[in-house]
């Protein structure tokens, strides 16, 4: 498979997960970049330890890269993977509106359709693993939470007509416009599938309704993740992503709780934590899950 980077990519029939041998490599001395993919895996991981259900048909992907910096940014590569899966299903379903749910869940309706999981596997050099799961032919049953896959037949309710498709229980406050999810922010330079030049051999965007296949996901992923790396710059410029991070939020400027605090979600700090704000003042989270008022809404129509 020919990437738009050019980075090489090992593919595995089956394997435990790509990040453990994302692991693997980095001890034996591996910094990348390159991407490890396989067609099914028998211990995918999500967050917190959760198990990844990883059935043929989806992408199972890990991005091994290396940075100059020190592993004290590693945290903001979350928010950088989170952008690069939602610039990638925009360029393939254009007419949808996903949102990111803090700190990388992509939803598409309320429902999620991918799993990030970067995890520092190396240092002297920092090395980093950027676990990729996207749901593309089929999701899994029988989950705590709505689950999707890019293939999935789709209400009118979850496409951007710019009035009355947007969907219900958005406060209009926290809703991002049509421009703003489709093109990057006039200050953020465009991404390689809306322009000519470097990355221009993504294949084209298919139109709403056409199937979407694992390679077309790897390779929007693989040239939107550059994008969004170079952009954030180890860390020299998380300004820019967390302002294009919170372009795209669910739930900014509504109701979240967290634990026992409850308040309005207020942005990002410049550390990535999430910022509630409540009667006793603004409280950073920096781990843990958070419930925020407009997914329960989305998720009861």
Known sequence: MKLPRG????????????????RRLADQGEQGPLWLVADEQTAGRGRMGRTWVSQPGNLHATFLFSIAAGPEVAAQVSFV??????????ALLPSLR????????????????????????GTSPTRIAI???????????DTPYPVTNLNAPRSPLLRDSGGEGRVRGCRPSAQPSTASL????????????????????????PPFGKRIDVESVLQHLDANLSNRLKMWDEGRDFSAIREAWEARALGLGGEARSGTLQGIFHGLAADGALILATPGGHHHIHSGEVQFAELERLRDT
């Open 7 to 22: 980075h090489p990519v090992i593919h595995f029939g089956r394997i435990d997960s790509t990040n453990a041998e994302a």
């Open 81 to 90: 993977a989170a952008l690069a899966v939602h610039d990638m299903v925009t």
């Open 98 to 121: 996903p949102r990111i749910k803090w700190p990388n869940d992509v939803l598409i309706g309320g429902a999620k359709f991918c799993g990030v999981l970067p995890e520092i596997v």
């Open 131 to 141: 676990g990729c799961g996207v749901n593309v032919a089929h999701a899994p049953k």
């Open 182 to 205: 489709v093109e990057p922010p006039p200050h953020l330079d465009p991404l390689p599938h809306m322009r000519g030049g470097e990355g221009a051999n993504v294949k084209p965007m």
